[in-house]
């Protein structure tokens, strides 16, 4: 594990956590990284300038306008340059800010001006962390892709107990290296992935369909091209425009996600099946618009299980299913994984506020058929898809070491 060639920037703000920084800079500093510290006027009350000069071994950022100070003027390019940008600790008054867009000091100009991943590392009192604008804020970063890690439950400075402490150093340096990832690890790889709903028509103007947005598929796509792949994103319908670079197949009906699908089988090596397909389509579809005020029996036959076909059908390449459930996750994802016989499986819990269909965000379960289940904390779709590829490219190193349970 090593920092070496990263350069970061590294937002300490008003918090007694703002001693803990220096822990971290040193091991920061220790793994190779060259890192700019950047104070707020609060921090630098709680720990001098001088302590982050010394370690960081480079001027310490404090004064957006200080004429005698280069980085002052530079920091848009500073923050371009920086690989990534960390802050820590981070009071409530700084996730505000950042929610918000304000920029009125150095740190929150950089963060404005951010190119690179934001990663933030929030410490304040337990009741602060839980305050409804506080839990509004961080929603709205994670949402916007800024990884807010939570902070540990435990004593607080103010001697009442609650979760509210700074993140320990190694928890957040795993963040770090987990942001900074590679990234280049699909090189080589085609990835054909399904999002979006299925469109199943009634008469040439009404339709049968659901809530999928197509933002976890889409996600997934645009995460797979940045790690190196080349992909094929299959879509029903969506507001979404498909992220440069993938080779784009509109389609409406699970027919037609299912021959667009098998089309592309051939060369995959993950297919990775997030569309909400209709599991129905009407038997016998109107071909004039329906009129009248009678009531309207509508005879469904069940559409073709794409998923199962693939699995059944690929020749070597890694399938990946997602499972939308309302109770029992676990239990069912368990059973559907097994059924379909597929190597993975994404489940979400949509009945659940926030995640799931629509949502910016997703929270999910990933199981592979070699029993193992992994649980992934609520993030933004973004941060689920990397999370999701990098969890498929071990799987896929370890399979050669296992038999299925
Ligand atoms: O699009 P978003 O708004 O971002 O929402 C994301 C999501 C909730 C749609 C996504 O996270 C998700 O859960 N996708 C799968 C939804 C679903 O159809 O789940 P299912 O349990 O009904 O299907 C299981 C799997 O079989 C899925 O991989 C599905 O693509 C596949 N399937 C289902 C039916 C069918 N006829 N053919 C299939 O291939």
Redesign the pocket.
């Known amino acids: 594990m090593s920092l070496t060639g990263r350069e970061l920037i590294l937002g300490v703000t008003g918090s007694i956590a703002a001693y803990k920084a220096v822990y971290l800079l040193r091991e920061l500093t220790a793994l190779g990284a060259a890192v700019s510290v950047c104070l707020t006027e609060h921090a630098a009350a709680f720990v001098g300038p001088l302590t982050f000069r010394t370690l960081s071994g480079r001027p310490v950022l404090t004064n957006l306008f200080d004429p005698q100070s280069p980085e002052a003027v530079e920091h848009v390019a500073l923050a371009e340059r920086a690989h990534a940008i960390l802050v820590a600790p981070a009071t409530a008054n700084l996730l505000a800010k950042a929610a918000h867009g304000i920029a009125d000091d150095f740190l929150t100009t950089l963060l404005l001006a951010a190119r690179s991943p934001v990663l933030i590392a929030p410490a304040m009192d337990g009741g602060m962390w839980a305050h409804p604008a506080v839990v509004e804020n961080v929603a709205t970063l994670r949402a916007r892709g800024v990884t807010v890690l939570e902070p540990e439950a435990g004593p607080l400075a103010s001697g009442l107990s609650g979760q509210g402490r700074f993140p320990e150093v190694p928890t957040i340096v795993a963040a770090l290296l987990g942001a900074l990832a590679p990234v280049r690890d699909l090189a080589g790889e085609h990835v054909l992935v ?3 709903p299925t469109r199943e028509p009634i008469d040439p103007v009404r339709y049968i369909s659901n ?7 889409y996600s997934l796509a645009a995460a797979a091209l940045r790690r190196g792949a080349r992909v094929t994103l299959v879509s029903g319908p969506t507001a979404l425009t498909p992220p440069a670079g993938a080779v784009f197949v509109p389609v409406q009906t ?1 027919e037609e996600m299912r021959e667009a699908v098998l089309h592309h089988l051939a060369s995959a090596t993950i297919v990775i ?5 209709a ?1 129905y389509r009407v038997r016998h579809v109107a071909p004039a618009k329906i009129k009248g005020k009678r009531d309207l029996a509508l005879e469904l036959t069940p ?5 199962a076909e693939v699995a059944a059908r690929r020749t070597g390449a890694f399938v990946v ?4 459930e309302t109770h029992d996750v676990a239990v069912h994802a368990r059973a ?1 994984l097994e059924s ?1 016989g597929i190597d993975a499986l994404v489940a ?1 819990d ?1 009945s659940q506020q926030g995640i ?3 949502a910016e965000e ?1 929270e999910v379960l990933l199981l592979d058929r070699w029993g193992g289940t992994h649980a992934l904390p609520r993030m933004a ?1 973004t941060a689920v898809a990397d999370a999701i590829l990098g969890h498929i490219v071990a799987l896929r190193a370890a399979a050669g070491k296992k038999t299925p349970a």
């Open positions: 399904t999002a979006g809530r999928s947005s197509g933002k976890m598929g699970a099946k997030a569309a909400a397909v599991d559409n073709p299980d794409i998923l299913g997602f499972a939308a559907k379909k979400n949509v799931g269909f629509e997703n779709k």
